[in-house]
């Protein structure tokens, strides 16, 4: 057992001199004489004796040798001996037994049953036995061994209890008053000590704990567990200066080999978290070396996603693949669909996330991107039957509104209007303002001849949608072919299932690739969700704010309700909205500006159902928070127009138009019609 | 109970010397500690899922002196110096969960829990000419003392725990069953000047100001506020099981027997009882033996009412009904054995 040598020598080491912000708790020293319990290893055999000198007279004659037998039987040397010295300053004389193990001496089985309740770390009965031991025989004494004993115990029990509530000054002096809690045999005392002077800001202190352990411990898992704590506490130059104290194993390799590695591997898995630095050549290296070497499929999927977010696609591609031969699982299947995507091989990843498609909602949402990347290709290709019937499947399961436009325009190019309507027509169902489906639903009612519904569309857009709303008026009535970019700038679900192949997302240039939620921190998934809002990719972000959601830190989850809310917002999803707002507490003014998005959002989507009192309603409570825009002016005047409410929406319509509001003047012109029609 | 069952369940409790210095029958403190203490000194509170709390050490700590048995104080004080005397200000940490790891799972104070363990501390020291308990007392006594009375309304008051109670608007959030009258004289006498002095005024100047409310006794959780006192913001406006230990405390103590009569008032006979503070209404009883025999106490202390003999022995019914049980009979015991004459 190496012990730290010196006392004087550890307080210098480990800094101890200078600590005791809380009062050392002390035991009781049975012994009678009043003064607390010494620190068990401070406890020198020249402090002892005078103590013993005033007990004298309650000394039986003959030595009490129960401990010294104990000892023996337990084959604790070391005691043994200091147990024999301490017998011999009290005994002048005697000498102890030949055999301490020969059974030629009855001890005293009280004493025995103490140290036996010390031994099973019960140190509370001990406590009690000795003093009912006393108050059953007043002379008894119990030996200041067996009390040292107890009270290191119970310093240990203390040293951790004070470690797992966190409380690190309370760790740091009770190490420093017993110091032979510091010992090899004990290593869990000095890995707590060691994070006591992390979490207190006493570097230099953790890292002596550190250089003690690994400098005279000599259990091998125990020297590598040292080095797997500091590794979770200590940033990488410190952790690199207490590697140079490694030694070779049994086998003669260098024992933290595996350490360097899982460095390695640390160092390329925080290059992912936002704004994380790049690994170093030396650690990238390491690790590409043991992932060609193992082939573990998590180290090859991390690698993946390494290679993805440096732009290396091909390459993520095959360590996906092999990850996808080794370990076909959701994971592998998730990374090399992300993969494909990248590489724009739309075919490719809707095939492989296909059977995955119901693992995870993650996994579901990716499937249904590619699925919606892979209808809107151009040129269209013929997809056979059983890829769309799976991506139908999906679609009516997870009631994706962004892919049933999709399969809507794929009907259309394919000259099946009607089906296309339908698609349409559901897709807004599902999303009332995803303006895409809108203007495919126009595009293909104009095919079907359907005017009624090309007015009622117009009508319900007006002012949201300039495509919409002057469809047919420069052109000829003949249907066009919708214009890919118009559709892929408002739909935030496209760009984000094309990744980096669509205009929009270049300005998310910083977190373009997908990376599962679940892999980052929750406050790199916040960031990671505010840079996909920022590329208004709104279906991600939600997802990664659900993982922000899961933070300790209440700033961070009420940052990410704020964030999650308004990613609903930003998809038309109102009552999702509600519910994530409320997931966590929010400040008063990010409350009423969701209020004020939500609101507004209910109010559109009320109207472009023909919900008029509904969106009247909205815009009432909405005005409770805040001054009516223009264009929800004229939405209210619209709801008034469609309820027959026409006076009302004389006025509105009047004031806006003065405002030179153009869609105002429309509503206008056809409220005074409707007025003189009236009259 | 038999009693040798008990003794086997405590492990090395020896029978009590003829001549202990207790007011307890042997068999009620067997069977409380058969009850309610575990073998590694932890006082459970048995109707809160067995956990155990810087409140429920202090009492343990405090009984076993009452009951003259140092074994059993030894035990529990092993348990509450090495499990939750860990905090960093050197006061313990309260709630200790056996299903929970790690154990502590609040590492927040609760005062009157260290005032208990540190006032238990101080007898043990007295009883058993023990300096070094006395050692242990005084830095709990001196940071609650230093950290922990606060200004309130123009007092200086105790404020209930170290973390959480000071961010209410209206000023900090008290309870006035921490007001533990029997501890101040000697909390002052160890740490003279910080303000322990006055506590036995301030504890008084509460239940005056509680006086003049509609229940006429304080809510548990309070604040004082322009001279008047009201129930904390965020807490029920409920007077129940923390203000039950109010007139136990004055009792023991000794302070003047009119302080205890809005209590009785508001005590049903034969329980006590929750209390609305702001209707004054009974919500709910009270009754258990143990709070029973405080409502039967307050009556033998204003109106001469012998205490019924059903509750003149200790009932081991749950660990806080039977803790305050036991401290009243300890009193009534000891210092008006007059309301006891109906003992058999």
Redesign the interface.
Known sequence: MARLPVIVLLGAALGLGYVGLSQPWVFRNLSGSGTPAAPAAAMPTEAVAPLFVAQAVAQPARPDETALRYFARQGDTVRLQREIERLRGLYPGWEPPADPLADDYAPDQGIIDIWDLYGAGDYAAARAAIAAKQAADPSFVPSPDLLASLALGEAGLQLRSASDAGQYDTVISVAANHPDLLVCTSVDNLWRLAEAFVRRDRLERALDSYRYILANCTDGPERYATMQKAADLLDRADLDSLMALERPDADGRPEFAPIRIDLARRAVAAALEEDGAAPSAADLALFEQHVADTNAPDDLRLLGYYNLDANRANEARRLFLKAFELDPSAASAEGLGVAYLRLRDFAAAESTLADYRDDSDALGSLYLDASAALLAGEPRVTLDGGVLGRIVDAVMVRRSANTAQELGWYAYAFQQPQTAAEWFTLALRWQPDLEPAAYGLLVASDALGDAATVTALKVQWSGRSARISTFGQNSASSPIAPVPAARSATSPQRSASSGSSSASSSSAASCTGFVPPASLSPEAAQSRAWCMMGGNRPAQAVDLFARALQSPSQKTRSDAAYGQALAYVRMGLASEASVAAAAAPLSREKAIELDVAILTLRATSAYSVGDYMRALDALELRARYAPERNDLLTLRAWSYYHLRRYREALQIFSAVAATGHGDAAAGLAATEQALQILH | MKPFLLLAMV????PQ?AFADTAFRQGEWQSYVGNFVT???RVLDTANGDISHSESQGYGLLLSVLADD??????????T??????????LA?WRWDPASV???TD?NNATDGDMLIAYGLLRAAALWD????A??AT?IVKTIGQTLLVQADGLRAILPGAEGFTDAQGGPILNPSYWIFEVFPAFADVDPGSGWEGQTRTGLDILRRAALTPAGIPADWVQLTDGAIRPAPGFEPEFGYNGIRIPLYLMRAGLDPAFLRPFLKNAPAPDLAKIDVMSGNTTEPIGEPGYRLIRAAMDCALNGTPVPVELQTMTPSSYYAATLQLLMLDHLRRQRTDCLSGEV
């Open positions: 492990g090395f409790a020896m010397p073998g590694d000194g140092r074994p059993m104080f030894e035990r529990i004080w092993s348990f110096g090495s499990s939750l005397l860990v905090r960093d200000d050197g940490a790690p154990a502590i590492a023990e300096p070094a308990y050692a242990a830095p």
